[in-house]
């Protein structure tokens, strides 16, 4: 596995500028009851089904590390998503608590939102079968002007080839 950048360990609000389409919230197809063009940030809101059942929808994937978006919010029509690292529960060191855990006493939810960490860091979430844990601090994906490739890797400067 892939160990994120050292402003990613570093930084306590990282910002990261991503393609403006990884935050799109799509449109509701109804002739296939879905929603299609639906960004891969966007689609992975997990915050309503982690506080009622401790489950996330699909996580994301950005520099190889397994991500969970937990608030979505514009600002002057500038998308931008919050997200946290999915860490294997097996290989979390800190402290973990159930989100009910987190805010059941009056002192545990002070503590949890004002955690330099993030109000989700070492909180226990499951994916399918799998058990993570929430690790902070957050990230911050905001729609970026010149944006990366969609899946996050950097973009390549080269030359349009050819096909003749």
């Known amino acids: 596995m892939t160990e994120p950048s050292e402003a990613f360990h570093d930084a306590k609000a990282v910002m990261i500028p991503v393609n403006a389409a990884r ?16 960004g891969d940030i966007h689609a992975s809101y997990s915050a309503d089904t982690i506080a009622t059942s401790g489950k996330i929808r699909k996580s994301f994937r950005w520099q190889a590390q397994l991500m969970v978006t937990v608030s979505l919010s514009g600002h002057g029509g500038i998308q931008q ?26 002192e545990n939810a002070e503590t949890a939102r004002n955690d330099p ?38 973009s390549a400067d080269g030359e349009q080839l050819s096909l003749f």
């Open 117 to 154: 960490n993030g109000f989700y860091h070492g909180m226990i979430v499951k994916q399918g079968q799998e058990t993570f844990v929430l690790s902070g601090p957050p990230v911050v994906f905001v729609a970026g002007e010149s944006p990366a490739r969609p899946d996050g890797s950097p």
């Open 23 to 38: 935050l799109a919230w799509g449109r509701f197809d109804h002739k296939r009851n879905r929603d299609s063009g639906e």
């Open 81 to 106: 998503a919050e997200a946290y690292r999915l860490i294997p529960l097996r290989a979390f060191s800190g402290t973990t608590m159930s989100y009910a855990e987190k805010i059941g006493t009056a």
